[in-house]
């Protein structure tokens, strides 16, 4: 039989972080594998097309579309050549070479197409440069010619459940808040510019916009309101990809939404690195292949990187597991039987269940996929 | 491996999705043609293992495991089957495949005119099995660098270009295509591949069109879709996105060209080769169909009607953000947490809704454990059927622009060419299929959902499918139609329930509307405002006579008029909805929930 593996999140204080940094388009690398770099050390770099122009020629000056191409050559242009912001790219003689009118182009550029059915023009403006930075700091350890780099550092990992905002990089500061405390204005500290704020629960929308007024580059928090989620974004989110709004600070959410403290064990690993240099990304895909938010920090000790990888792992008997769906979602537990057969559990669905042992010491029946493995 | 159908006796069948790949074993068996057995193991087209042919050999020893039978021979480089000698229990006679992992086949389709030409590519296209990503047009609504913007970060594996009547002005469409330049989407698939792109509009503009994309993108032409304003010529463009499908797309997908070269039948989008099932069986029988897949991410609607000239007309529709998991947050949002609500027999805050489905949302794999959490992902799917069958109808329609005669009736009726050719009431089948459907811990939890969310007029039959087999079916048609329809019947659909649901004036709320009989024998009475269900006579075979209880009630046959018809009862029976069209809520809360408990009570189902 095919083997299933339980999700799980991992929160890991020693562990090898490979990161690929790839070029949306063919560019050039700027490091070579060997070379030591910080998270902010630009890497790749490109160009990017610029954006093409149609300009309706025929219509504004009010001629034929097949009289275009004569009007750009009549100025000694024609595709490919370039033109300057406010050049005359089409002029067009009336009535005995009386009462010419002429076209000056809005846009920089160079011209790529005259279309003879509708007397457009398009002009294609010039590239800007792309760069790609390494975001986390490490060693080079592979290098794709004109498309990518790998990187690899030592340090701690931690995935949360579901996050918004892109890659930021700031010092990581430990909220003095418990992890089942909702988190409060009073909490956010005014002196947070440039720091990835970590700790508490259910933090309102007002909590949130002020950390961000403050300048924190990043939050760190338990769970979230579906209101304040809302309220931050600005629209209701339908599906679970994220990474590209544009946010002052990325938001990332450990255990899900509603009011869930933050794992122990996050806030463990996190606040073993209080005042390093972290990177963190929102981005979230809930898909095959999946994507889940990150905070990285590379401290270089090696200890243990192996053997804290949870990766791909199996349920079994004594595995701490988090459980994910109602009645006990939000709970900690750990696994005490592994029935092989199906079971028909209280919605009257028959499926393949487990037996575990809450922290208050009731066994409680679940179905497997309801758990996920605490690293 | 062969494929002619008149040798063949054990066939493999694959439908690779998103999440899953699923194989089934046909087998040819002293009964006929049954699926025997089934296997699955999660799809690995994306990283770390990037290459399709993993999830699908593991599918493979698990139906070997469980089937007894020697499936695979060891051959890593080659094809990996034993090939079957006559009766032996061992091997395999063909394999055939279905795909929708990496999210299924994505296009672009643009036309000139929204309800035209652009409407005729989207048909095209869905009809194909694809998603729609966007659809362009002239008059969509949106300023051309809102849609420049827009289309420059679609990742799309095909883009379809219509518009214009054949000897047409041209302009129109080459400005379609001088958007698709400016914007310059990225394939999917493949670095070096250039986008591939389908011209189906004037053919007078097809030189200059191929000419502005050259840069871009690898053009092909075929015949207008759009020849003429009263024609529509979908096949041609269909066929080529069929093509460009194992071309341009298959071919670049992790593992795929490798899959390809296991089977001699091409490898067929799975929404498409469920259509091609639903649409050959509809016609064979004469039946007008409607078929749901709700899945986690999108819920794909197909339907097959006849048109006002009696001519069956195939539709299928994909709702790309309506799921019961990785979307079931836009479910929430389009329908709104008070319209899920409604369909509760009990009390649950807003914020306990919301927190719950977002939950869902980001941890899809999880199950309802309690009856209340099942009932809410039922009270979602309702909603996920409502929408998408809304979006449906928007498209199954006439044909838009053409010149019509029409009579004075058509002028009182305010018809315009452009209804829905869907018509509730003379609806024959319903086929829902998804893990919501399709394994609903009881089957009148199913009957109910797709009643409640169809809203159902008239006498329906109401059916799933078992286990996701239509897509191996829809493929394995292609080369054994036969064989495919006998298993689609005996191991594939499962007969449910019919439902009547009479059309009433409100004076007869509380009053008795009709009078059912099977077999000559009154069997029960529909009442106004009354749900009621008869499990007495599930599984049988008889006359069904539903007689109106005035002249002013419609059982599906016209006002008045008896409804008689032989019929094979469900697995649950039969169910007399007297809850008249369109369904009707309480304002208040206390009321709703009452309401739905008294429902669920009358199906017999838990509270």
Redesign the interface.
Known sequence: ??SAFA?GLKALQFTAMEKTREL??KGEVIVAEGDIVNSDTVVLMADL?G????LRVAERLGIE?SEVAAGVARKGLKIDSKVAKGDIICEHSGLFGLFKSKYESPFAGRI??I????G?I?VREPATPLVVRAYIAGTVTKVVPH?SVTILGHGALVQG??GVGGEKNGQLRMLNVSNDKELTISDIPSDCGQKILVGGMSPSIDVIKAAAKAGALGLVVGSI???A?RQYLGY?????ITGDEDLPMTLIVTE???RLPMSPKISEVLGAYEGKLASINGA?Q????AIRPEILVVHDDKRGAASQNHEGRGLEVGLKVRL??????GMYATITELPHESEV???????RILKAKLDNGSIVT??R??V?IVS | MKADKNSIRTVLATDCGSTTTKAVLFEKTSEGWRQTYRGEAPTTVEEPVADVTVGALNSFTEIQEVSGRKILSGNTKDVPFVQSKGADKNGIDLYISTSSAGGGLQMIVGGVVREMTAQSAERAALGAGAIVLDTLSADDGREEYEKIERVRHLKPDIVLITGGVDGGTKSHVVEVAEMLLAASPKPRFGDTLRLPVIYAGNKEAREEVERILAPIAHVESVENIRPTLEVENLKPARDLIHDFFLKHVMSHAPGYGRLISWTPVPVMPTPGAVGKMINDFAIRRGLNVLAADIGGATTDVFSVSKDPKGEMIFNRTVSANLGMSYSVANVLIEAGTNNIKRWLPFGLSNTEINDRLRNKMIRPTSIPQTIEDLYLEQAVCREALRLSLNHHRSLAVGLSGQKQKRGIADIFAQATGHESLINMQQLDLVIGSGGVLSHAPDRRQAALMMLDAYQLEGLTQIAVDSIFMLPHLGVFSTIHPEAAEEILMRDCLINVAHSIAPKFPEKLINKKVATVKFNSTEVGEIWGGDLAIIEQIAGRTGKLEIIPSSSNVDVGAGLGEILIKDIELGAVGLILDGRNRPLMFPDNLENSISKQQKIYAAMGLKV
């Open positions: 039989m095919t999700p949306p388009l097309p954006n093409l122009n149609i579309p790529e197409y279309s003879e059915s509708n457009h398009g498309k459940i579901f309101d579906d209101s989620l209701d989110l339908g599906v679970a899900g939404f509603g979230t809930v898909r095959a292949g994910i769906r109602v009645p006990y979602f559990i209280e919605s009257g669905a028959k499926t679940v179905p996929a309801n996920e």
